[in-house]
């Protein structure tokens, strides 16, 4: 399994749109995409379970994945992570 540690950059939080935004990048890949903060891990291609971590501005999180494209799958997600969700 491949991680990467962030920080939400994001000044409004992990709210509807960002997370909605990450889960259908997620999506996109064939691994297992699952994101954990406070020892708490959801799955990463579900928006609802995204906002259940209550993550806010400058929370460091961390993004797993685990499968064929894992490498690419995280990659993806941090440069959506560092760009505030702005595609």
């Given at each position: 399994?491949?991680?990467?540690?962030?920080?939400?950059?994001?000044?409004?939080?992990?709210?509807?749109?960002?997370?909605?935004?990450?889960?259908?990048?997620?999506?996109?890949?064939?691994?297992k995409i699952e994101l954990?903060?406070?020892?708490?891990?959801?799955?990463?291609?579900?928006?609802?379970?995204?906002?259940?971590?209550?993550?806010?501005?400058?929370?460091?999180?961390?993004?797993?994945?685990?499968g064929e494209d894992s490498?690419?799958?995280?990659?993806?997600?941090?440069?959506?992570?560092?760009?505030?969700?702005?595609?």
């Amino acid at each position: 399994m491949a991680e990467v540690k962030k920080v939400l950059l994001n000044k409004e939080g992990l709210h509807a749109r960002p997370a909605g935004a990450l889960a259908k990048a997620a999506a996109g890949f064939k691994s297992k995409i699952e994101l954990q903060f406070n020892q708490k891990r959801v799955n990463a291609k579900s928006s609802l379970s995204l906002m259940t971590l209550g993550l806010s501005h400058n929370s460091e999180f961390t993004i797993l994945a685990d499968g064929e494209d894992s490498e690419q799958a995280l990659k993806t997600l941090a440069d959506l992570v560092d760009k505030e969700f702005k595609i």
